[in-house]
C-alpha cells in the first residue's frame, strides 16, 4: 500500500508539471517553434548527408541505408525520453548548485533527485521524438526484423534501459558540481559523445570504440540493442549489456549523488 | 525543544591572486585557507518561544539557520530539533519544520499560486481536510486571495513573501524558521507579516526562529535574542535584559540656531570623558551626542549644552534597542554575556 501511494504522488507531483511546461509552451509558441524547426533542420541534414553517402556506395560495413536509419531513429528514442524527464541535471551543473538555489530541495521530505528533476519536464524533446519515431516507421517496414511478442518487450526494455544510461553519465557529471560549484560543461563534454552512437560502432577504432562501450556507455543506448532486432543475433550481449550497463550507472549516479549532497556547501546571502 | 550545543562550521576557501595569472597559478597550485563561519556556539529555545536571531552582515546568522534546517552539515558540535538531528535523517525531520528564506523564493517560478499548493500538499501528505482548513487559516492571516491564481513570477515582493511564509506553514510545522522574512518591504507590509507571524505563533504555539536586520521585527515578536556577530555568540537573553545592562547607552538630538556656534562645545574636555564614553556626529543640520548615563547625567549634559549655544531643537532620545546594537556592532560596548 506504501509503495502505491507513493508511485500515485510521483504521478501526481509529474501531472502538474507536466500540465505547467505545457501550459508554457502555449505561452511562449514562437520560443518552441523555433527551437523544434531549429532541431527538425539538424536532423533532416544529418539524415541527408547520410543519404548522400549511401548513393555512393551500396553499404557501409555490410549496414544497408535502411538499417543506419533504423539505428539511427532508435538512438532518439532513449535520447529524447532521457531529455523531457531529467532535463534539470543540466541546470544542476550549470547554475542551480553555483547561486545556492538547492538549498530549496532539502528542505523538502522527499528525495532531492526526485524533488530536481520533477519540476521540468522538456517539451523541446518532443522534436527528437517525433525524428525517432518517423525513422523508425520508415525504416522498419524495409528491413526483415522478427516482430514477436517477446520482441516487442524487449525492444521497451532496451528503450527504458538506454533511458538511464543518458540519465546516468548526466547524473554523475552534474554531482561534480557538489564540490566544484559548476560542471555544465563536463556534462557537455560526456553527452556529445551520444553523437557516436547513432552509427554502427564498428565503424570506428578500437580506441574510440572502446570508450563508447566500456567507459561512456552510449554504444548501449541505440548501436548494440538495435543491431539485435536487425540481426536477431547475441540478445545477452545486446540486450543485456543495456540493462547491466545502466543499472551501474544509475547506481554509480546515485551515490554520487547523495556523496556530493551532504558536500553542498549552499551560498551566501 | 532546540538544543544547539557548540556548534561550528568551517568552509575551505581557494585564495586566489588577482588576475588571470594568479587564476592560472591556483589552478595548478590551489592554495587553501578555513575560514570559519560558525564558531561554538551553544543556546536553547523552548516550545512556543520566538527567538529574535541577530547580527551584522556576514556574522553567520544564515549559516547557523542552514545547519538547523539541515541544507548544511556542521564541521562539529550538536544541534537537536524536536529531538531529531537536521542533518541525519533529513527528510524525516523537515517534515516538522518550515522554512523561509527571505532573499529567495522557495517557491516555482511559473507555477500559480494555486497549484504552488497542490504541489506542496503532495509533497507532505498533508491530507484534504486539514488541507482545507489551513489553506482558510493562511487566508485569513495573510491575505492570500487576491492573488491565489497569478504566477509565482508576477508578484509583489510583499506578496510573495507571504506567498512563501503561507507554503511553509501548509503542513503545519512545529518550528518555524524565518531568515529574513521582512527584507525590503515597505511599513505597512512588514507591519502586516510580523501580525501573521503573531497568530501563528499564538495559533498553534509554533517555535519560531527569525533572523532580521530590522529590529523593529524584533522588539515586536521577540521576548528572546540571541545576537552573533563574527560567527561567535556575543548576547543571549531577554530583551529587556540587553536594555537594563546596556541601556546606559543614550541619545541627545540638537538643532544648533548657527553651525559654527557648535565648535564652541567641548564635552569631553568639560566632563572628563573618554572617547568611548560620548560621540558627536552631525549631518550638517542635525547634531546627535551620544552618550553614556552612567558617566554623564542627563541634566548636566543639556545644561551645559543649552548655556553654552542657542539651539532651535533638542531632546534626549530613550534607551532604544537599536542604539545598543550599533554600539555592540562598534565594539563601543563591552560584553561580558
Known amino acids: 500500500m506504501r509503495i502505491l501511494h507513493k ?23 514562437i520560443d518552441f517553434l523555433t527551437g523544434a524547426i531549429g532541431m527538425l533542420l539538424t536532423q533532416a541534414i544529418n539524415i541527408f548527408f547520410l543519404s548522400v553517402i549511401f548513393a555512393r556506395i551500396p553499404n557501409l560495413e555490410g549496414y544497408s541505408f535502411e538499417q543506419i536509419i533504423f539505428i539511427y531513429g532508435f538512438a532518439l528514442l532513449p535520447k529524447s525520453i532521457d531529455h523531457l524527464f531529467f ?52 525504416s522498419v517496414p524495409k528491413i526483415t526484423l522478427n516482430i514477436s511478442f517477446l520482441n516487442v518487450i524487449l525492444f521497451i526494455i532496451s528503450i527504458i534501459f538506454a533511458t538511464f ?14 564540490w566544484t560549484k559548476r560542471s555544465g560543461s563536463i556534462i557537455y563534454m560526456f553527452y556529445m559523445i551520444n553523437e557516436f552512437a547513432k552509427y554502427p560502432t564498428t565503424i570506428y577504432n578500437r580506441a574510440l570504440r572502446a570508450v563508447i562501450t566500456y567507459i561512456v556507455p552510449f554504444a548501449f543506448t541505440a548501436f548494440f540493442p538495435a543491431s539485435y532486432f536487425i540481426t536477431g543475433g547475441n540478445p545477452w550481449y545486446n540486450i543485456g549489456g543495456t540493462v547491466v550497463m545502466s543499472v551501474i550507472l544509475m547506481a554509480v549516479g546515485i551515490f554520487v549523488w547523495n556523496k556530493g549532497v551532504s558536500a553542498y556547501e549552499s551560498a551566501g546571502s | 525543544m532546540i538544543y544547539v550545543e557548540n556548534l561550528k562550521k568551517e568552509f575551505k576557501k581557494t585564495i586566489k591572486e588577482p588576475g588571470l595569472k594568479g587564476s592560472i597559478k591556483s589552478f595548478f597550485k590551489p592554495k587553501n585557507e578555513i575560514i570559519t563561519a560558525v564558531n561554538d556556539i551553544s543556546f536553547h529555545v523552548a516550545k512556543g518561544e520566538v527567538l529574535g536571531f541577530i547580527g551584522p552582515n556576514g556574522a553567520g546568522k544564515s549559516t547557523v539557520i542552514k545547519m538547523l534546517t539541515g541544507i548544511l552539515t556542521p564541521t562539529s558540535g550538536r544541534c537537536e530539533i524536536n529531538g531529531k538531528i537536521p542533518y541525519k535523517n533529513r527528510k524525516n525531520y523537515v517534515k516538522e519544520i518550515g522554512v523561509v528564506f527571505g532573499q529567495r523564493t522557495q517557491l516555482w517560478w511559473d507555477l500559480a499560486l494555486r497549484e504552488t499548493y497542490t504541489v506542496l500538499k503532495e509533497i507532505y501528505e498533508v491530507d484534504d481536510e486539514s488541507y482545507k482548513k489551513r489553506m482558510a ?3 485569513e492571516v495573510l491575505e492570500l486571495e487576491e492573488f491565489i491564481t497569478s504566477p509565482v513570477r508576477t508578484l509583489s515582493l510583499g506578496q510573495r513573501m507571504r506567498a512563501d511564509i503561507a507554503a511553509s506553514l501548509l503542513h503545519s510545522p512545529k518550528v518555524l524558521f524565518l531568515d529574513e522574512p521582512t527584507i525590503g518591504l515597505d511599513v505597512v507590509v512588514k507591519d502586516n507579516i510580523r501580525k501573521a507571524i503573531k497568530a501563528i505563533n499564538a495559533e498553534e504555539n509554533t517555535t519560531v526562529i527569525l533572523t532580521t536586520h530590522d529590529l523593529q521585527d524584533v ?53 572628563n570623558l573618554r572617547d568611548g564614553d560620548i560621540a558627536v556626529e552631525d549631518d550638517g543640520y542635525t547634531y546627535s551626542v ?35 546594537i550599533k554600539g555592540i556592532y562598534r565594539s563601543e560596548v563591552k560584553l561580558d554575556a
Not at chain 2, 535574542?225 to 555568540?233: A, P
Not at chain 2, 548615563?293 to 534597542?321: F, M, P, Q, R
Request: proline share 2%.
Open chain 1, 7 to 29: 508511485i500515485h504522488r510521483t504521478f501526481k507531483l509529474h501531472r502538474i508539471f507536466i500540465k505547467q511546461d505545457l501550459k508554457k509552451l502555449m505561452e511562449y509558441k
Open chain 1, 87 to 138: 532535463d534539470n541535471l543540466w541546470a544542476i551543473g550549470y547554475f542551480i548548485i553555483r547561486k545556492g538555489d538547492f538549498d530549496k530541495y532539502l528542505t523538502r521530505p522527499v528525495s532531492t533527485l526526485f524533488a530536481v528533476t520533477v519540476e521540468k519536464f522538456q517539451v523541446d524533446a518532443f522534436g527528437e521524438l517525433f525524428v525517432g519515431v518517423l525513422l523508425l516507421g520508415y
Open chain 1, 165 to 178: 544510461i543518458y540519465t546516468g553519465v548526466k547524473l554523475i557529471t552534474s554531482s561534480i558540481a557538489f
Open chain 2, 137 to 139: 487559516f493562511l487566508n
Open chain 2, 219 to 271: 522588539e515586536n515578536l521577540c521576548e528572546r535574542i540571541v545576537m552573533i556577530d563574527k560567527g561567535s555568540k556575543v548576547f543571549d537573553g531577554e530583551i529587556s535584559a540587553l536594555k537594563s545592562k546596556f541601556g546606559s547607552s543614550r541619545e541627545m538630538k540638537f538643532v544648533p540656531e548657527n553651525p559654527e556656534s557648535v565648535s564652541a562645545l567641548d564635552y569631553k574636555k568639560e566632563f
Open chain 2, 290 to 324: 551620544r552618550f553614556n548615563s552612567n558617566k554623564i547625567g542627563v541634566e548636566k549634559l543639556l545644561n551645559y549644552t543649552l548655556s553654552t549655544i542657542h539651539v532651535k531643537d533638542i531632546n534626549v532620545g530613550d534607551a532604544d534597542i537599536e542604539e545598543i
